[in-house]
Structures are given as structure tokens and as C-alpha cells.
């Protein structure tokens, strides 16, 4: 008969991020994901977040997927944490836990989670995250401002928001930069009067977007993507931009892809120490080399770029302790079902 499980649309009326899906930007096929889940014997539903009802006690138990999507200002993205994490309240199963849709286009939690991870060797990567310029300004370590630091905004793809900072004045021009909030000029004048009619009032920061500062791996010239669904891990070498430090949104028509990727030895192991350790049906990675050491640079869990899936003729998987090749024959709606079930099978769910 099959068990039921249950698919969160978006206001599009799409699910998932396809890359190359048509109409563009519409999310998997719908009727192949239905048919990749029927094959695996579950009956897919669709529903859009506001058809459930939260009073309803039957949710306990439930299966229920989510995507998440690039959202200018969070706004539809905020709504859909709320159902995630109302859903996980009220008994739900939610795939992927809240936790790592909170972590989506949200790098100050991302940090968080690398911070709280029990695997010791993605720490070689140091960061420190501030609501505000002026709380920058007040409990950061300014001995440290010549320091070479990477400074990201809390959300942003393709590196839109990555700066790097090897000075005192580039560091205070970036942070005001990615931190400047949308304050109303009526709403500006009215606080600065406020300064003059109560005593020690102080004006609200227009800076209050929050941000990261985080250590700078010096001399390398390119990083690696990895995408994990279960046991398939598709391989995607990305050069920096020409005279950057940034490697992420450099152009694909750069990228090499599967077994073109150029791996250095140990780096898809690490990798799956990393999606091991979260315990996630699929991870996006962006790791860096340098000096016989591996760095994780940043993490994504629940809607990230497959374009790696796309491009890829092989992906790599893991037999006898060897990385062995195979042909990528899947559709990213298989790869992604196979993912799914693979995870609620190994996790009893």
C-alpha cells in the first residue's frame, strides 16, 4: 500500500532547487519525484504549508520534506521556519531536522553548528559572528584588525556578499557595508530627536544586519564543491576569479567536474566524515587545501546549487575503502528520492 509522506510546495508551487529545470527555476519535476518515491513505496502528497493544520494531533509521526529557496530579505523563507519548526512541535517528522533549515542562506548559524559539531577537524576554520556594528565595536578583539579576515554577510549566494579585509580601514568600510539596514529617513529623524529629548538615549544602529568575520587561508588558488547524496559524491573543482580570493560564482564554464576535478588524496574522505557526522540526507561542501590540510569553508544541507549533478559523468563512491568511479546515469529527482529514503531507512524513522 505504501506509507504516506508528505511534500512542502513553495508559493511557486514548485519543491527542491533543479538546476537547468524548466520553467526555469521551478524546482524538481513533480511527476518524477512522485514516481521515483512510488517506486520506493511511498505515496507521495503535496501541500502547501498554510493547508496544514496545526491543531490536527494525526501530524505526529508524519513524514514531511521541505525546500527552502534564495529569498531577497527572508521574508517567505521566515514563514517557512516557523512551519518546520511548529511542525517538529507538534510530532512531525521533518526532513531535515529545523536546525539545518535554519542554517540555509544564514551563515551565522552555520557557524554555529561547525562550533558545536563534535568533529574536531573542521574547526581549523575560526569565525566570529556580531548583530551589529556597534556590538563589533565593542567586544571585538581590535588588536586583531590588521589581521587578513574574511567578512560575509549572513546570507548571499555566489559570494555576492564575501569581502576580504587586510587592514584596519578595509575592515570598517566592509562591515559598514554588509551590515547597513533599511532604516526610514522619517523613522531616522524621529530617533535622533529622541537623542536630544531623553537624557543618554541611544540612536538604533542603522548597521544591523548581522555578519561573520572569519580567518583567511592565505595562497590558494582554487576551492572544491562536493555535493553528497548518500553514498554518491559528485566532485566540482572551482578556480578563484581572476585576481580574487573567491572561488564560488568564478563562471562553470571554469569548473571541472567528476573525475576532471583534480582531488587531492583524503578530501572526499573528509568529506564524508563531515556528512557523517551531521547525520543529513545530503550535504553541499566547499572545501579548501593547503599544505596537506583540509579546510571547510562552508556548509549547506537543504537547498543548495546541483548544477554539480548536472555537469558531473561520474560521481565517486566508496567500496572496500576505495573511491571508485561511476557512470551518473540518475536524475537529480532519483538521486534526491534515493537520499530520502536512504536516510529515513538508516535512522529507523
Do not use: C
Not at 36 to 52: E, G, H, T
Not at 179 to 203: A, M, Q
Not at 226 to 241: Q, S
Not at 280 to 308: C, H, R, T, W
Amino acid at each position: 500500500m505504501g506509507r504516506n509522506i508528505y511534500l512542502l510546495l513553495n508559493y511557486k508551487g514548485g519543491f527542491g532547487n533543479k538546476y537547468n529545470a524548466i520553467p526555469y527555476h521551478s524546482g524538481y519535476n513533480k511527476e518524477e519525484l512522485s514516481k521515483q518515491f512510488k517506486v520506493r513505496d511511498f505515496n507521495v502528497i503535496y501541500l502547501y504549508p498554510s493547508q496544514l493544520d496545526m491543531r490536527d494531533k494525526a501530524l505526529n509521526g508524519q513524514l514531511i520534506l521541505y525546500s527552502s529557496m534564495e529569498d531577497p530579505d527572508g521574508f517567505y523563507k521566515s514563514y517557512v521556519e516557523d512551519i518546520v519548526y511548529g511542525l517538529s512541535l507538534r510530532g512531525a517528522i521533518v526532513i531535515p531536522a529545523y536546525m539545518f533549515l535554519k542554517a540555509h542562506h544564514n551563515k551565522v548559524f552555520m557557524e554555529m553548528l561547525r562550533d558545536m559539531s563534535e568533529l574536531s577537524e573542521i574547526k581549523n576554520l575560526t569565525s566570529h559572528h556580531f548583530g551589529a556594528l556597534e556590538e563589533f565595536e565593542h567586544s571585538f578583539d581590535h588588536t586583531k584588525d590588521n589581521t587578513p579576515l574574511v567578512i560575509k554577510s549572513a546570507s548571499g549566494a555566489s559570494s555576492s556578499g564575501v569581502r576580504l579585509s587586510t587592514n584596519k580601514k578595509m575592515l570598517f568600510k566592509y562591515i559598514k557595508q554588509l551590515s547597513l539596514s533599511k532604516t526610514p529617513f522619517k523613522v531616522r529623524i524621529k530617533e535622533v530627536l529622541r537623542k536630544y529629548k531623553y537624557d543618554g538615549y541611544t540612536v538604533p544602529s542603522v548597521h544591523r544586519k548581522k555578519f561573520i568575520l572569519q580567518s583567511f587561508i592565505e595562497a590558494i588558488d582554487n576551492d572544491w564543491k562536493i555535493l553528497v547524496f548518500n553514498d554518491k559524491f559528485y566532485a566540482i573543482r572551482r578556480p578563484n576569479r581572476k585576481h580574487d580570493f573567491r572561488a564560488s560564482g568564478s563562471g562553470k564554464p571554469r569548473y571541472l567536474f567528476g573525475k576532471d576535478a583534480q582531488l587531492p588524496n583524503g578530501l572526499l574522505d573528509f568529506a564524508n566524515r563531515i556528512y557523517q557526522s551531521f547525520n543529513v540526507p545530503m550535504i553541499s561542501l566547499d572545501i579548501a587545501f593547503k599544505d596537506s590540510v583540509f579546510y571547510l569553508i562552508e556548509m549547506q544541507f537543504v537547498a543548495f546549487g546541483n548544477s554539480g549533478h548536472h555537469y558531473s559523468k561520474e560521481y565517486y563512491y566508496k567500496k572496500d575503502e576505495q573511491w571508485l568511479l561511476k557512470e551518473n546515469t540518475q536524475s537529480i529527482e532519483e538521486t534526491y528520492t534515493d537520499s530520502i529514503v536512504s536516510y529515513i531507512e538508516r535512522n529507523n524513522l
